[in-house]
């Protein structure tokens, strides 16, 4: 069982013709997003992860966002069924890729969807619970496959409506502690979860913990990484704005086993 392993991918000469929903179409560079992407990974390495390289995709404009496509709890490893038809070549060699790493696979089928980027994974002491956006993206087959393998590993799932958002981690993520943290105007419902608080800025939805107290971010929300920071974080700022035309954020960038 690998720990402190991130798995990215590379991003494929097509990024541009990536998918987005709630955005207009914007000029993306290719070798601005290879450098950013290449900063994301070195901050991953210098907090003091491994990188594991996931098989690229270069025929798939979206696979960078290798989040959507693999989620990974203790041993397990989902491979995903994703929602977009265009994304679903993704997923070919994952499962593969997964048992290299020595994890047990599973996988969600069509009829039902689901991606990654719709399961936020909140871990208190008491209980490990996978909040799931019921998105364009994710079907209630997929929540319930997914809902299925989580069981033995005493995992509650819990569906949570997303409207205004492409996944629900385009809406919120959570910091160490449990609260859940959002860009109100895009949370269709702040009370799924037990401690929600909103954030200054759309950017400021979206924190990976990389350390005990150490969370990276993106670059795009000074105010909000101010304010963690004077909460007692250490908060490391990437820039990731070619990704964010794509509807990306950090989350959906890596996988992080630990």
């Known amino acids: 069982m690998p720990h402190n392993l991130a798995v990215v991918r590379r991003p494929g000469p097509r ?25 994301y990974v070195d901050a991953l390495a210098a907090a003091g992860w491994d ?34 038809p265009e994304r679903r070549p993704e997923i070919e060699g994952v499962a593969e890729f997964a048992e290299s790493l020595g ?10 969807t689901l991606d990654g980027g719709d399961v936020l994974r909140v871990i208190t002491p008491e209980l ?13 087959r997929g929540i319930d496959q997914l809902a299925e393998l989580m069981r033995p590993k005493g995992v509650r799932v819990q569906m949570v409506p997303v409207e205004r958002a492409l996944h629900l981690k385009s809406a919120v993520t959570a910091l160490p502690d449990g609260t859940v943290i959002g860009w109100d105007p895009v949370v ?3 009370d799924a979860f037990p401690r929600y608080e909103g ?4 950017g400021g939805a979206h ?23 004077e909460r007692g974080y250490t908060v490391t700022a990437v820039d990731i704005s070619e990704f964010e ?6 989350t959906c960038l890596s996988v992080r086993i630990r």
């Open 199 to 202: 954030m200054p800025e759309e």
């Open 103 to 112: 994890l047990q696979v599973g996988r969600i089928e069509l009829p039902g």
């Open 245 to 250: 035309k794509l509807e990306g954020c950090v």
């Open 188 to 190: 269709d419902d702040k």
């Open 207 to 229: 924190v990976i913990r990389i350390g005990e107290d150490h969370l990276l971010m993106a670059a795009s929300a000074p105010r909000t990484a101010a304010l963690l920071r």
């Open 51 to 84: 990188i594991a390289l996931m098989p690229p995709a270069d025929d798939c404009p979206d696979a960078v966002f290798v989040e959507d496509v693999l989620i990974v709890h203790d041993d397990l490893a989902v491979v995903t069924s994703p929602g977009a």
């Open 15 to 39: 990024l541009a013709d990536g998918l987005v929903t709630h955005l207009e179409k914007s000029d993306v560079s290719y070798e601005k997003a290879l450098e950013q992407w290449q900063g």
């Open 128 to 140: 490990t619970t996978m909040y799931v956006g019921s998105t364009a993206r994710t079907n209630g």
